[in-house]
Antibody, heavy 118, light 110 residues
Framework: QVQLQESGPGLVKPSETLPLTCTVSGGPISTYYWSWIRQSPGKGLEWIGYIYYSGTSNYNPSLKSRVTISVDTSKNQFSLSLRSVTAADTAVYYC????????????WGQGALVTVSS | QSALTQPASVSGSLGQSITISCTGTSSDVGTYNYVSWYQQHPGKAPKLIIYDVSNRPTGVSDRFSGSKSGNTASLTISGLQAEDEADYCCSSFTTTGIWVFGGGTKLTVL
């Protein structure tokens, strides 16, 4: 059974960088694509981007200028870096399996609430 | 404002059937059969219940079914049970190569 677990700070200051890591267990990170998705308070889900174990990535144009997603196959992890954050970036951030040819998200982490505040 | 439009809420009685709509455009739902549906209980992660318009993942009850007509996809839940009370969200792949979601529909089981 594939399991995903997000980790990172729960509080980030405005203008700083939001760092999150997703650890995948129960299977290798290769073969599938892996995505980050967020949910702002009281709002719908927003796809942020995906990465493949080879390093191939794709981002939502609405966030592309501030986002980097990277992968560490030796640790079976992938990471999100969101720069220059504002209060509008306050959300629950989920990591999930899916992206590219795999057009749905079948395994999700439990979510990490990140608040942007000074 | 979400890219896909869903009703904010629906309700149904135990044992009845309900349908939740998800309206997109010719740039997403209308072009691709890559519509998926997610069930989300409060404080929990979304759970995939339908993918590629009408397919159910292993372990998901056959009371859940999906369909699509034009730019609108639909999720039907038959034989409503108390445990079905949750938020339901649709998603679609788009011609710009990204995935978009609906705003979510809160299902109340009476």
């Amino acid at each position: 059974q594939v399991q995903l677990q997000e980790s990172g700070p729960g509080l980030v200051k405005p203008s700083e960088t939001l760092p999150l890591t997703c650890t995948v267990s129960g299977g290798p990170i290769s073969t599938y694509y892996w995505s980050w998705i967020r949910q702002s308070p009281g709002k719908g889900l927003e796809w942020i981007g995906y990465i493949y174990y080879s390093g191939t990535s794709n981002y939502n144009p609405s966030l592309k200028s501030r986002v980097t997603i990277s992968v560490d196959t030796s640790k079976n992890q992938f990471s999100l870096s969101l720069r220059s954050v504002t209060a509008a970036d306050t959300a629950v951030y989920y990591c999930a399996r899916g992206g590219s040819w795999y057009h749905h998200f079948d395994y999700w982490g439990q979510g990490a609430l990140v608040t942007v505040s000074s | 404002q979400s890219a896909l439009t869903q009703p904010a809420s629906v309700s149904g009685s135990l044992g009845q059937s309900i349908t939740i709509s998800c309206t997109g455009t010719s740039s997403d739902v209308g072009t691709y059969n890559y519509v998926s549906w997610y069930q989300q209980h409060p404080g929990k992660a979304p759970k995939l219940i339908i993918y590629d318009v009408s397919n159910r993942p292993t372990g998901v009850s056959d009371r859940f079914s999906g369909s699509k007509s034009g730019n609108t996809a639909s999720l039907t839940i038959s034989g409503l049970q108390a445990e079905d009370e949750a938020d339901y969200c649709c998603s679609s792949f788009t011609t710009t190569g990204i995935w978009v979601f609906g705003g979510g529909t809160k299902l109340t089981v009476l």
